[in-house]
């Protein structure tokens, strides 16, 4: 057999001599919005290394980046009746489906990385995977850094709330954005993420928001000309499977599927932080015009109306607590 023929077809050796005589493996379909080459989709692929390298085959996780599988809400509603295994999603897109989710990625509620870090893996973050996993049967594995996100406009330089009326700025479908987007006095369009690149350069929207990175990786920089950095939303992005899914997996796989996540995490987040440094510089030597804003002003207007409308969903006083926690 020629070297060549035989490397590709190690893998499949490889899984038909470590599985026991009719034992099948369990695919796992991961699913996301987000481009191919975006560090998250890349830390999942490492993840499906990982997994497979560590189950001896018993677990294969198959990755479908940019919306392969559907939209963000398709993909959760797949997920939750288990036609769908696993998928990587905004705290907010989730809190379509546990309201209390979305204040996950509330404007203006997170300091830093670190701050985001503790409330999730605390007490707060326990809480919620178990209402999650009684109310949908999802489970939250991990969550990626996503990045902090910042509105880049494509004809209109925004220095002030005030330059936001009547711009008409593309959101995520949920509520969170909306009544953000409302408070700033834009026009809030909501639109699937496969569809902006196209919706820019057509000029179906003015704007949109997103973190540096993924401005980055769909090229959003090559249809707008100014970056405004309002630094308004730090996200978490879930990794959620499907319990049903994760009651078949043993126990020790089970261990090793949370150990590459880790890792997955940890690459992840470094390579977005790693960007965020970087890119600033590289948009402004692509021709983007740079515009710090009054972030005071976008702050206040947010927090004037957004939380008190959420507090019923989020619960009474738990934005204060989180944004209080040490």
């Given at each position: 057999?020629?070297?060549?023929?035989?490397?590709?077809?190690?893998?499949f050796?490889?899984?038909?001599?470590c599985?026991?005589?009719?034992?099948?493996?369990l695919?796992?379909?991961?699913?996301?919005?987000?481009p191919q080459?975006?560090?998250?989709?890349?830390?999942?692929?490492?993840?499906?290394?990982?997994?497979?390298?560590?189950t001896?085959?018993?677990?294969i996780?198959?990755v479908?980046?940019?919306?392969?599988l559907?939209?963000s809400?398709?993909?959760?509603e797949?997920?939750?009746?288990g036609s769908?295994?696993?998928?990587?999603?905004g705290?907010?897109?989730?809190?379509q489906?546990?309201?209390?989710?979305?204040?996950?990625e509330?404007?203006?509620?997170?300091?830093?990385?670190?701050?985001?870090?503790?409330?999730?893996?605390?007490?707060?973050?326990?809480?919620?995977?178990?209402?999650?996993?009684?109310?949908?049967?999802?489970r939250?594995?991990?969550?990626?850094?996503?990045?902090v996100?910042?509105?880049p406009?494509?004809?209109?330089?925004?220095?002030s709330?005030?330059?936001?009326?009547?711009?008409?700025?593309?959101?995520?479908?949920?509520?969170?954005?909306?009544?953000?987007?409302?408070?700033?006095?834009a026009?809030?369009?909501?639109m699937n993420?496969?569809?902006?690149?196209?919706a820019?350069?057509?000029?179906?929207?003015?704007?949109?928001?997103?973190?540096?990175?993924?401005?980055?990786?769909?090229?959003?920089?090559?249809?707008?000309?100014?970056?405004i950095l309002?630094?308004?939303?730090?996200?978490?992005?879930?990794?959620?499977?499907?319990?049903?899914?994760?009651?078949?997996?043993?126990?020790?796989?089970r261990?090793?599927?949370?150990?590459a996540i880790?890792?997955?995490?940890?690459?992840?987040?470094?390579e977005?932080l790693?960007?965020?440094?970087?890119?600033?510089?590289?948009?402004?030597?692509?021709?983007?015009?740079?515009?710090?804003?009054?972030i005071?002003?976008?702050?206040?207007a947010v927090?004037?109306?957004?939380?008190?409308?959420?507090?019923?969903?989020?619960g009474?006083?738990?934005?204060?607590?989180?944004?209080d926690s040490?």
């Amino acid at each position: 057999m020629k070297r060549g023929l035989f490397l590709r077809l190690l893998p499949f050796f490889l899984l038909y001599f470590c599985l026991s005589p009719g034992e099948a493996a369990l695919i796992i379909r991961w699913g996301d919005v987000l481009p191919q080459h975006s560090p998250s989709i890349n830390a999942v692929k490492r993840i499906a290394e990982d997994v497979q390298k560590g189950t001896k085959g018993r677990v294969i996780i198959k990755v479908y980046p940019a919306g392969q599988l559907g939209s963000s809400r398709e993909m959760i509603e797949s997920v939750i009746f288990g036609s769908q295994e696993m998928v990587t999603e905004g705290a907010a897109n989730l809190g379509q489906v546990l309201p209390v989710l979305s204040i996950l990625e509330a404007p203006y509620l997170w300091r830093d990385v670190s701050h985001m870090e503790k409330v999730m893996n605390g007490g707060i973050g326990e809480s919620m995977n178990r209402s999650l996993l009684e109310k949908a049967g999802l489970r939250i594995l991990g969550f990626f850094y996503y990045g902090v996100r910042h509105v880049p406009t494509t004809s209109r330089e925004v220095r002030s709330v005030k330059d936001m009326k009547g711009l008409k700025l593309r959101v995520p479908e949920n509520e969170v954005f909306l009544e953000m987007a409302r408070a700033w006095g834009a026009r809030p369009t909501p639109m699937n993420f496969s569809e902006l690149y196209l919706a820019l350069r057509q000029k179906v929207v003015e704007g949109q928001e997103n973190p540096l990175p993924t401005i980055h990786s769909a090229k959003f920089y090559e249809v707008q000309n100014y970056l405004i950095l309002t630094r308004h939303i730090m996200t978490p992005r879930l990794i959620v499977i499907n319990e049903g899914v994760w009651r078949r997996i043993g126990e020790s796989d089970r261990v090793l599927i949370r150990q590459a996540i880790e890792k997955g995490i940890a690459y992840n987040n470094e390579e977005i932080l790693k960007q965020e440094r970087l890119l600033i510089q590289k948009f402004r030597d692509s021709g983007m015009k740079i515009v710090e804003p009054d972030i005071q002003g976008f702050r206040d207007a947010v927090l004037k109306k957004v939380p008190g409308k959420f507090e019923q969903k989020w619960g009474e006083g738990i934005f204060q607590k989180i944004l209080d926690s040490n």
